[in-house]
């Protein structure tokens, strides 16, 4: 299968976090910025949700249906994340799970928009 979506990740998904190894044979292409969004801890989790303003600092990977299935179901989507095109700040396309105003009501914001998971990144 083809490497021929583009999807924005922001969370555990990213180089060297938790679940990173949930991408498997996608092609991480590198660093991207997704604006105006921004992100809450959502749990032990973030969520990224549109926003007037903010930017969300992630990884830009290609992925091809059968794993954006797998991720569909492992990001609880869509009860939990609904998976949207979004456009980078490049231009560039992609799918990126957001999470509802309305179950992001009441978590911290993440002021920075960069999620770090303490214990778990491979520096």
């Known amino acids: 299968?083809?490497?021929d979506i583009a999807l924005f990740v922001y969370g555990s998904l990213k180089l060297g976090f938790r679940h990173a190894g949930?991408?498997?044979a996608a092609v991480r292409v590198g660093p991207a910025l997704a604006q105006p969004y921004r992100l809450v801890r959502y749990r032990e989790y973030p969520a990224m949700l549109a926003a007037a303003q903010g930017v969300v600092y992630g990884e830009l990977a290609f992925v091809d249906r059968a794993l954006l299935s797998v991720l569909d179901e492992f990001?609880?989507?869509p009860t939990l994340y609904q998976r949207h095109t979004i456009r980078l700040v490049d231009g560039t396309e992609a799918q990126?799970?957001?999470i509802s105003d309305e179950l992001a009501r009441g978590y911290a914001a993440i002021p920075d928009?960069?999620?770090r998971e303490h214990g778990w990144r491979e520096d």
């Open 1 to 3: 299968m083809a490497h």
């Open 22 to 24: 949930m991408l498997g």
């Open 75 to 77: 990001e609880g989507c």
């Open 96 to 98: 990126a799970y957001l």
């Open 113 to 115: 928009g960069i999620w």
